[in-house]
Structures are given as C-alpha cells and as structure tokens.
C-alpha cells in the first residue's frame, strides 16, 4: 500500500473537517450542511482506500454512489441560491420559497429552451432532433444569470425586463445579450458605453453596423438617417408615426388631449408626405402646427391626394375651427414632439440618403445603435425610427410561411422610458409571436408608471416572460410590490423557556424577499421573475468573457487637436475606456 496515497486521503479529510470548522464559525450556527460536507471529505478518503485495497472495480462503484451522494449535496445547498434570500434561520426554511435547481432546469435552462426549439425557430423543424439538440442555446433564447449552479435562460419570443438602480449591472448584462444575438439588434442607450462593449462582436462575419445619433452623443457621426416623413403616404403609417412621437399618458384629461394631439399630428404627417415635389419637411409641419388657419388651404390641397381624404380634411378643418383654448391645448401636447427640430444636429440626422432598408438589416443580421441624451429632446424621434423598424419587421415577419422572423429580431432598448418611449403595452402583448424579442432596461419600476401610467405599466409587467431585478431600488412602493410578488413561506417559530427547551412550536407567514434584502443586491445580484418561483443569481459582466474586445472610434483630427496625445496608460477616447476601467464602472 502507497504510503503517500494514504498521506494525501488523511490530509483531503483534515482539510475538509477545516474547512467545516471555518464555515460552522462564520455562520454561527449548525445543520446539516456541516455533517454532509464533513461526510463528503470522509468519502474522500474512503474512496482512495477502496482503490488501494480492492482495486479498480470497487472503487468506480463507490465513485459512482459518491457522485450521486455530492449531486445531491450540490442540488440541496444551491438550489435557487438561498443563502442570499436570508443568512440564518434553518436550511429548510431559507430555501423555501425560491426556484429549487429543478425548477431551474424545468423552466429556463438549455433543456427547457431546446424543447421548444422547433417553435421559436421554424427553420430547425425541417432537421433532425440530433441537429436541433445541437444548436447553440444562444440561438434559442437569451442568458438571463447563474442559478442554482446553472445558467438560467429566457426564451427568444419572451420580453424580457431588466429593472435596477445605476452601476447595479444591467448595462454588462444587456451588452451579453446583444452580443449573442443569432439575429438582427436595434437597441438604444444614452450613453456609448453599449457600443463599445458590444460593436467588435456584432461587426463578426462582416455584419453591417448603423449609428443613429442625433443628439450627437460622444461626437459620434451617424452612420444613418432617418425623416419621420418616410412611409406617412399610407394613412396607417402616418397614425402610427404620431402614436410613437406622443406617447400615451395616464389620466383622463392628459389621454383625452394626447389622443386629439395624436389625431391631428397624423393629419399633418400624411399631408406633408403627400407632397409630390418631396420638398415637404417637418420643419413645415411644425409651421402648420404653430399656424393652423393660415395654412388651411394648404393643407387641404395635399390631403386630397390622399388615398382616405374625407377623414383627414374633417380632421384639419376641425382643427382650424376650434376655439383659441381647445386649439392651444392640442398644439401643447404636439410641441414635444417636435422639440428635435431645435437641434441641428438632429435636423441633420434627418435629412439626406436613403430610406433606411429594414429587409437588409434583418437578412444581413446587421445591428442599428440608437443613442440619446437624458435631456430627451429627441426621444420622439428615436422613438419613431424604431416605431418604423419594429413596424416594418411586423410586416415582413406576416409574409414569412411560419408568420414569424427567423432569426428573430432583437429590440434592446436601455433606458426606454427615457430614451425611445414606444407603446410598449402594445408591443409587448405580441411581439414575440412575429419573431420581435423586447428587452427592456429601466431604473425602477417607477420609470415605468411615470411614462405610461399604471395601467400600462401593469401590461408590461404582466406580458413580461422574465423579470430581472436588480438592487438599488430605495422607494418603499417598489420594494413592496417587488416582495410581495415573491410572496410568503411558512416559518417554524420555536418558544423556548428559561432553561433553553424548546416549550412550543408555531408557524407563521415570512416574506421570502423581503424590501430590505430586495434593496441590499449587490451588483450583478439579481432576482429573476418568471414561470416559477423567483430565482436568485448573478449575472457574468461582458468584459469578463473570453476572447472579449472592446471598440474604440479612430480619433478624428479635432480630436487630436482638442486633447493632447494620451500617454500609454490612457484610454484613447473620452468616453470609450479601457476594460479595466469598465469593470469599475459596473453598471
């Protein structure tokens, strides 16, 4: 018999009854997950015994019922991450009431997402199984964070919401999320940060890249132009374009003048692009606005081009009948819409090249970068290019033999209450049956009530596959609905008396989230919300990848000029930094 062997199966168990005693001290308590760690370093030891005396046969048949006695371990100890849920307290009862490692694996793992395989992706039901197991998980569905010792997943038709407070994650995560796409991304941020996390992975097998910036974040040049004008010759489209420039609001006065503004807009969308010179701008339609009566005639004189004339002229002579009061209210509620027009660099963005090809951007698989300031004065016009691409890809999606786009297209819109306020109560009901995936980033739950009230922000929450929440979150009304949503587990309370015996025994209702350990995540923490109980885990930041490259823009001569060459260890942009100095950012 090897007396090292012997020596290395003694110190393998003298570690384990260590470490035990270490575990025991920090969490001040004792159960069972001390007498089954302490049981597994035994096992060690047994093991290697077994080899040296009874050869190789034995000793595979008591590696196999070891393995299964540590499967079971590990599934035990880590299913849905409960240490996280509370720090004390029997194991039994902090692990009730979150997502169990089955329950994982049932409901968002790579074997939950390639079951439904053939549905989500219409071109695997003409291979064999063989060939649809194989494919790569990121084609199915979306990596939402590590749970219960596996990646939780959420399904490619799913919307799914990333809510949580600044530097909590959520950027790192998206930016994972837009990387793996299998099909076409339009997302949108206000800051650059997105694109150089993610453009070197979506520029891969020379997919084409389009910036819109007409805000002119970061100084960079868009790459893209888009007129608000484009398509408004159909009545349809032109209504919907004024539906995605003046958002829905919650309120009976404010949605009653909302929906006379958005009546009247479209009117004067569907005018200007009927114009057969194409000389017609939004500079023009914010003249009619700010004047309807002098240019009644005018109006009037395109709108019978239209295909539907009878209901628009009604629409503009109505307008320019009402009163002073009733016509300045409409005009107040269509102005922000037109707040862009003040901005050259966004009047810019606007005028010039083609219209933007949609059916490129889904066959080339190409990406579209949409950036705005917090200021907002362009969000309506953000909001309407993607209003344009999201309808566009509808129209396309109808025309497919399985009525849905395959690859699917991805809208990741961070900060979308901000930034791109399209009617995501709509959109989230259905989008996902044409292939549109939404992923939506927002600070609070609150960004969601304040830009389309409480009843719309219950649609979106409640047509939401998945829900990731972050931490950070301090007002008490989210942090109690978020709890409340996790709902309550049964808790043994043992009465002792004086002598430490255990008098009687009773159960009461506990949160299984409360708000304060709701409020405390720490970055990259998360609570997933979906089909099953919530799960907690932790998200794996983009820059931690292997093989990942940041993208950093050539400096331009002004560049060079405004600021001194940078010396080695600098980042070479102002805005793009260096990996590292990502990491510290961490949101």
């Known amino acids: 018999m090897n007396p090292t062997l012997l020596l290395l199966a003694a110190g393998g168990v003298v570690a384990t009854v260590a470490v035990t005693a270490v575990v025991r001290s920090l969490s001040r308590q004792v159960d069972r997950r001390l007498i089954v760690t302490a049981l597994a370093g035994l096992g060690m030891g047994l093991a290697v015994w077994v080899y040296l005396a009874h050869g190789t046969t034995a000793f595979l048949a008591a590696l196999l019922v070891g393995g299964g006695v540590v499967t079971g371990w590990v599934a035990w100890l880590r299913s849905g991450n409960a240490r996280t849920v509370t720090r004390a307290g029997e194991r039994a009862r902090r692990r009730s009431g979150v997502a169990t490692l089955w329950q994982v694996a049932w409901h968002g793992s790579w074997w939950a997402m390639h079951r439904k395989a053939a549905a989500v992706r219409p071109h695997l039901r003409d291979v ?114 004024a539906a995605d420039m003046i958002p829905e609001a919650e309120g009976d006065e404010r949605e009653f003048w909302d929906g006379q503004a958005r009546r009247h807009f479209a009117s004067f969308l569907h005018a200007a692009a009927l114009d057969p010179s194409g000389r017609r701008s939004m500079r023009d339609v914010q003249r009619w606005v700010a004047n309807p009566a002098a240019a009644s005639a005018e109006l009037n004189a395109l709108l019978k081009r239209s295909p539907d004339p009878t209901a628009f002229l009604e629409d503009v002579n109505q307008f320019v009948a009402l009163t002073d009061k009733t016509q300045s209210s409409i005009t107040n509620a269509i102005t922000p819409a037109l707040g862009w027009l003040t901005s050259p660099d966004a009047v810019a963005a606007t005028e010039g090249g083609a219209p933007f090809d949609v059916a490129t951007l889904l066959r080339d698989r190409g990406t579209v970068y949409l950036l705005g300031r917090h200021e907002a004065h362009t969000a309506p016009l953000l909001a309407a290019f993607t209003g344009y691409v999201a309808r566009e890809a509808r129209r396309l999606a109808a025309l497919q033999p399985a009525g849905r786009l395959d690859p699917p297209l991805m809208l990741a819109l961070d900060e979308a209450a901000r930034v791109s306020p399209v009617p995501l109560p709509d959109w989230s009901g259905d989008s996902g049956g044409s292939g549109i995936q939404l992923i939506c980033a927002f600070q ?7 830009r389309w009230g409480r009843t719309g922000a219950s649609k979106i929450l409640n047509n939401a596959g998945s829900v990731m929440l972050y931490g ?14 996790a709902g309550d587990r049964d808790e043994v309370v043992k009465t002792r008396g004086g002598d430490g015996k255990v008098t009687s025994t009773s159960v009461r209702k506990t949160p299984v989230l409360a708000p304060a350990q709701i409020a405390s995540l720490p970055p990259f923490r998360v609570v997933v919300f979906s089909d099953m109980p919530p799960a907690v885990g932790w998200v794996h930041p983009v820059w931690k ?23 080695p260890t600098a980042p070479t942009h102002p805005v793009l930094a260096h990996p590292r100095e990502l990491t510290d950012v961490a949101h």
């Open 472 to 485: 950070g979150t301090k007002d008490p009304d989210d942090l109690n609905a978020w709890a409340s949503l």
């Open 128 to 241: 064999g199984w063989w060939a649809r197991w194989r494919t790569p998980t990121t084609e199915l569905g979306v990596k939402l964070c590590r749970s219960g010792g596996m990646w939780l997943w959420a399904s490619c038709e799913d919307v799914v919401l990333a809510i949580g407070g600044p530097r909590k994650g959520k950027t790192a995560w998206l930016a994972g999320a837009i990387s793996d796409a299998p099909g076409a991304v339009l997302t949108t941020s206000t800051r650059t940060e997105i694109i150089g996390l993610t453009r070197t992975a979506r520029e891969t097998g020379g997919r084409e890249v389009w910036v819109f910036n007409p805000g002119g974040l970061g100084e960079l040049e868009s790459t893209v132009t888009f007129n608000p004008l484009t398509g408004c010759q159909d009545p349809t489209t032109a209504t919907a374009r």
């Open 444 to 450: 609070s739950r609150a960004d969601l009530v304040d």
């Open 545 to 567: 990848r292997r093989g990942f490259t940041p993208w950093a823009p050539a400096l331009s001569p002004t560049h060079v000029v405004a600021h001194p060459a940078p010396t």
